[in-house]
């Protein structure tokens, strides 16, 4: 059935929905560009945004709020695709993903909560599938180039030597950037829960905590400083590998395994020192304490234009097969990885949902659902990189 819109972006008054809605109305002009709107609680915060972006004039707001669940139903039945900045996800994203279930709306999201994606799998991965709804969780920094960057490898390794790599090692080389007021209330979120409820911990810290009725071989922590000789560098614990490594394990999972049940994977980053590669990861460490201790912003809080734009991130992948092949990708981003970069990718991916990919319904990961298709936007229109040899 014909919806009102391509797209909604939903908390377009935050501080990230905000600069999704901004490149929708700067990148997509004229024939080119789908129908899309924004949403939110309150109309005059909306109607605010709307003018600040240059939207068209006539962009009808929709009101929604997430303690609403009929709120949330009519705007869905109005969408193909609902992107999402509501969060935390853990307090605001659960009544949201239960409508799209229902109504059978796309959604995409920048969930880096694995608790409640596993929450969310359990509850609606049966109705989704019935409905024909496309959920997608994880759709910026967390988790797409890393999702997108070991997927690449793959399809090198199945090229070159006919298998998957059974190894894949992620290392960050350097990052710049920032940290919002929304990101830094969903680590605080995550760490409360974990505190009221130790039993989560384990979720937390399981490789495979979103891949259901599978668990594969021991995977590298990560945890413990090393060297590694053929970066020259040392390396240090990566404080999003616990999001992405689980998210690469479910896209293998809905791929059949198609990277193999033995995959053994884990993301470190490069320390500080005093060489080339090293020297930059002061930049990338900065980015991260940044990242960690959200240094008291508030909702609506980011980086500044000129942060965003002198961001970057630059991540390389190492593949190993058990009989010594070896094979290499390599990931980059033009801005700052959890805003600047990540407002094009999930808009890019609401758009691969409209235009490019069908699928069936259900949970879904970015490779596993959007794969060569994503990473096609992704090039053309993005700033990302992708490249394998
Ligand atoms: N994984 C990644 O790569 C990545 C990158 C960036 C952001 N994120 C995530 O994205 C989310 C948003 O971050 P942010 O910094 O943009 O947050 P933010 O500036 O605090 O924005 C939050 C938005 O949620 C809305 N909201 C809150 N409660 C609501 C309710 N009851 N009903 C409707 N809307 C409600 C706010 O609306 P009002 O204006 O009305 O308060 C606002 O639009 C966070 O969960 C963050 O972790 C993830």
């Not at 060297?227 to 490594?245: E, H, K, Q, S």
């Not at 949970?363 to 090039?379: F, Q, V």
Request: charged share 25%; with cysteine.
């Amino acid at each position: 059935m014909k919806r009102d819109f391509d797209i909604i972006v939903y908390g377009a008054t935050g501080y990230t929905g905000r600069l999704i809605a901004e490149y929708l109305a700067t990148s997509y002009r004229g024939e080119d560009a789908p129908s899309w709107t924004i949403a939110g609680r309150s109309i005059d915060k909306l109607e605010k945004v709307s003018a600040e972006i240059g939207a068209p004039d006539d962009l009808p707001l929709v009101k929604a709020d997430a303690a609403e669940p009929a709120s949330l139903r009519s705007m869905c039945e109005r969408a193909s695709v609902i992107i999402t900045t509501v969060g935390p996800y853990q307090l605001h994203g659960s009544e949201l993903v239960a409508a799209c279930a229902a109504t059978g709306t796309a959604y995409v999201d920048l969930c880096g909560e694995p608790v409640f994606m596993r929450r969310m799998i359990d509850a609606h991965q049966e109705e989704a599938k019935q409905t024909g709804a496309r959920i997608v969780f994880s759709c910026g920094f967390d988790s797409i180039p890393f999702d997108l960057g070991v997927l690449t490898l793959q399809e090198k390794a199945r090229e070159k030597f006919g298998r998957p790599a059974r190894r894949v090692k992620a290392r960050l080389r350097k990052m710049k950037g920032g940290m919002s007021g929304g990101t830094a209330a969903s680590a605080r979120a995550t760490v409360s829960a974990a505190a009221r409820d130790p039993a989560l911990i384990r979720l937390l810290t399981d490789p495979f905590a979103l891949t259901p009725g599978f668990s594969g071989p021991a995977q590298p922590a990560g945890l413990i400083p090393e060297y590694d000789p053929r970066m020259n560098a040392m390396l240090v614990p990566f404080p999003m590998a616990p999001v992405n490594t689980k998210n690469v394990h479910r896209t293998n999972f809905l791929l059949g395994h198609a990277y193999g049940k033995d995959f053994v994977y884990d993301e470190m980053m490069v320390a500080p020192g005093p060489d080339e590669i090293a020297g930059v990861a002061t930049e990338t460490i900065a980015t991260v304490f940044s990242l960690l201790s959200g240094g008291g912003l508030k909702s609506g809080g980011g980086p500044t234009r000129e942060q965003r734009e002198r961001g970057f991130y630059d991540i390389l992948f190492q593949g190993e097969l058990p009989d010594g092949g070896r094979v290499e990708a390599e990931v980059t981003g033009d801005r700052d990885p959890g805003y600047g970069s990540t407002s094009k990718m999930i808009a890019e991916a609401a758009l691969c949902l409209v235009r490019d990919v069908e699928g069936e319904g259900g949970i879904w990961t970015p490779a596993a659902l959007m794969g060569a298709a994503l990473r096609k936007r992704l090039t053309e229109r993005a700033g990302l990189t992708f490249s394998a040899h």
